[in-house]
């Protein structure tokens, strides 16, 4: 007899990729028999200057980007430090012994000790703080870096509690072997000891590696390094471009959070942000879009974000005005005569 999960999964890849499965998503309960978790940590740097524009003021705000490929070495997508939960199976768990359950803690995010004793805990606040450890740990190996660490205790949680990432269940799983329906947690982390640099600076390129190094990003143009049109040769499975895109949307609404923060939450600094993050860039930047992929509404945004849904509409209608100003004004520009 076939588990829950197992008939859940059968039920997913018997269904067509793209919309049919995203029904079948739809559905809590379907959804809970192939759910994990996973988590992320946003590392930034920097402080707010006096200036004219945004891009001024937010001239020394910078965060650091993990550059990924995929299993043909080709680029992937940039994000934050994270991954997928390693959870462990009660059942085969409780069959162990006290040392086999020791060894683990660190390996699986949900083992810890308690007491000097190895216990497995369903703490969703425990889980996700272990998760961004493991996985920074994890792939900051495989960029050839070891003793870097963060205080897991400072870890900002960015609340987006309807969030998803079902995109690779949905639409590029191939029915073979174990995939799940991700519930992503985000985390800021500020850096005062020059740890972006220096991850920056250490971070080299293994052959067989998933990451192709760690660069440090302006937050600035993070803000806008989602939906730019991919080339044949770099492009993302939905169209996207794969060297200059976030892999996540989550992750790349953790960036807007961040900026929030910096703006202190001011609902007319928020609407004027988006206005020039989206004159500096040839694509659309749409809350309403990135609410719509992660599985949530636009109030969920504005959540996440410390604002009002109607400081959210204001910012994207202010985006989309200038989207139309800005595409109409390339229209008409006369080419430059050689």
């Known amino acids: 007899m076939i588990s829950a999960k197992e008939a859940a999964l059968k039920k997913i890849a018997q269904t067509p990729k793209g919309a049919a499965r995203a029904e079948l998503l739809k559905i809590e309960a379907f959804r809970a028999q192939v759910l994990n978790s996973g ?17 001024e003021m937010l001239s020394d705000v910078y965060i650091g980007l993990i550059k990924r490929k995929n299993k043909h ?3 992937d997508g940039i994000g934050a430090l ?56 994890e792939e900051l190996a495989d960029l050839g870096i070891s003793g870097e660490q963060i205080d897991l205790q400072k870890l900002k949680l960015v609340p987006m509690p309807k969030v998803k ?40 390129e293994r052959a067989d590696g998933e990451a192709r190094g760690y660069v440090k990003v302006s937050l600035f143009d993070a803000l806008g390094a989602y ?79 410390g604002v009002s849904m109607e400081t959210l509409k204001n910012m994207e209608q202010a985006a989309v005005k200038q989207y139309i100003l800005s595409d109409y004004l390339r229209s008409i520009k006369s080419p430059v005569k050689s």
């Open 39 to 55: 988590a992320n940590v946003t590392i930034y740097t920097g402080e707010l200057h006096r200036g004219n524009t945004f891009k």
């Open 165 to 204: 990432d079902d995109n690779y269940i949905i639409n590029i799983w191939d029915g073979k072997g174990e995939c799940y329906a991700i519930t992503p947690y985000c985390h800021l982390y500020a850096d005062s000891s020059g740890l972006i640099d220096r991850l920056a600076e250490q971070a080299r």
């Open 82 to 137: 994270g991954g997928m939960a390693e959870r462990t199976n009660p059942q085969k768990f409780a069959q162990m012994t006290i040392e086999q359950k020791r060894t683990l803690v660190g390996q699986k995010d949900d083992v810890i000790l308690v007491g000097g004793m190895p216990y497995l805990t369903d703490e969703t606040d425990v889980i996700r703080r272990n998760n961004v450890a493991r996985e920074m740990r």
């Open 73 to 75: 070495g080709m680029p």
């Open 227 to 305: 939906g730019n049109r991919g080339t044949k040769e770099c492009m993302l499975e939905d169209g996207r471009h794969a060297e200059k895109d976030y892999r996540y949307p989550h992750e790349y609404l953790a960036a807007w959070a961040l900026a929030a923060k910096y703006l202190d939450y001011n609902p007319e600094k928020m609407i004027m942000l988006a206005k020039e993050v989206q004159a500096e860039n040839a694509h659309p930047i749409s809350f309403v879009r990135l609410a719509q992929v992660t599985g949530q509404l636009p109030s969920d945004i504005a959540q996440s974000f």
